[in-house]
């Protein structure tokens, strides 16, 4: 599956941004979705992540409370709500799929084969 994110750009910390991935495969349900990020200097991190269904989802601590995520699989896109963003939020924000069973979601970058390009996102104080 090929994914697309999109949706980063510059936002002001307290203020609110949505990121979409887009699945170029119609059986996006088929997927379990993690979004990561990576700033500069730093590894590539988990932030949130959700199963098929979207019926269970978690996220990183840092993000537990602001970030939302969820899912449309008859539009074939995930979303990633940033509410209250923090200039610490400020990273690439990549999305990942893996084919997997319903119920399931991971956490960890390797349990994913499928990336998206990312998207930027700045956030300022």
């Known amino acids: 599956v090929q994914l697309q994110a999109s949706g980063g750009g510059l936002v002001q910390a307290g203020g609110s941004l949505r990121f979409s991935c887009a699945a170029s495969?119609?059986?996006?349900?088929?997927?379990?979705i993690g979004w990561f990020r990576q700033a500069p200097g730093k590894e590539r991190d988990f932030v949130s992540a959700?199963?098929?269904?979207?019926?269970?989802?978690t996220y990183a601590d840092s993000v537990k409370g602001r970030f939302t995520i969820s899912r449309d699989n008859a539009a074939n896109t995930v979303y990633l709500q940033m509410n209250r963003p923090k200039p610490e939020d400020t990273a690439v924000y990549y999305c990942?799929?893996?084919?997997?069973?319903?119920?399931?979601?991971?956490?960890?970058?390797?349990?994913?084969?499928?990336w998206g390009q990312g998207t930027e996102v700045t956030v300022s104080s």
């Open positions: 495969d119609p059986t996006l349900s088929n997927y379990a």
């Open positions: 959700i199963s098929r269904a979207g019926r269970r989802t």
């Open positions: 990942a799929a893996r084919a997997t069973v319903t119920g399931v979601y991971y956490d960890t970058l390797h349990a994913y084969n499928n």
